[in-house]
């Protein structure tokens, strides 16, 4: 047999040809208030924390299938920090030097599956780390659209706005999240960061489009799709 070989997942740049390799995936825990709230499993007080997802979990097309395992098949808009050099144990103050970029992303989430996950003190990728579930627009370079500390965002389900705030809401903002990072793990071209996403998640089902947006930036068009059968991944 062959050696397999294995593509490297991209995204689509703004104003370039060219494509964003991905590296990793990383996502911060817990940056909203509002969010720590609706789901009440955390003390306010609490930093935020990181977990990842692999890199073929990435959807670069906004097709997303509904996923095995699950009954309650979550969305979570957030932005998308792009990492452009190498970087670690960063103070805030310089964490802005290694961004790349910006985009859009999606967490999607199997939300029973990591509910049960939690109440049993285990990890969580059952819920997160999952096919398909990091859904991610283009990445708008830092010389067109600047670093993204304020503005809006907005997740709309079939039309209707499910998730609204501000990135001035986050709990740790842009710096702090990849200076944090930064101390745990060396940031390397490639890397990406989800922020952390506002209140207002729930349920999506086949046949649903979502439709997220960052002030500044392009929006993110999902649509989820029937679920695959099986064995279609493998083909």
Not at 159 to 173: T, Y
Request: hydrophobic share 35%; glycine share 8%; net charge negative.
């Amino acid at each position: 047999m062959p050696v397999p070989t294995v593509a490297q997942p991209t995204l689509s740049i703004v104003g370039r040809s060219d494509k964003f390799p991905v590296r990793r995936i990383y996502l911060v825990g817990r940056n909203y208030l509002e969010h720590i709230r609706e789901m009440g499993e955390a003390d306010e007080r609490d930093p935020p924390f990181f977990f990842q997802k692999p890199t073929d979990a990435l959807v670069a097309d906004g097709r997303v299938p509904y996923p095995a395992f699950t009954d309650d098949f979550q969305y979570e808009f957030e932005l998308v920090i792009a990492i452009g050099q190498a970087a670690s144990d960063l103070s805030p103050d310089e964490a802005l030097g290694c961004v790349y970029g910006y985009g859009v992303g999606l967490d999607m989430t199997r939300r029973d599956r990591q509910r049960e996950a939690f109440k049993r003190g285990l990890p969580w990728e059952i819920g997160k780390s999952f096919d398909h579930s990091s859904p991610c627009g283009p990445i708008h370079p830092v010389s067109l659209c600047g670093h993204k500390l304020t503005g809006s965002l907005e997740l709309s389900v079939n039309g209707v706005v499910r998730q609204r705030s501000v990135l001035e809401k986050m709990i740790w903002n842009v710096p702090e999240i990849i200076s944090q990072l930064s101390r745990q793990y060396r940031l390397m071209p490639g890397d990406l960061i989800y922020t952390g996403t506002p209140d207002g998640v729930s349920a999506v089902v086949p046949g649903d489009r979502l439709v997220g947006t960052v002030e500044g930036l392009e929006p993110l068009v999902v649509d989820i799709l029937p679920p695959l059968l099986p064995n279609a991944a493998a083909r």
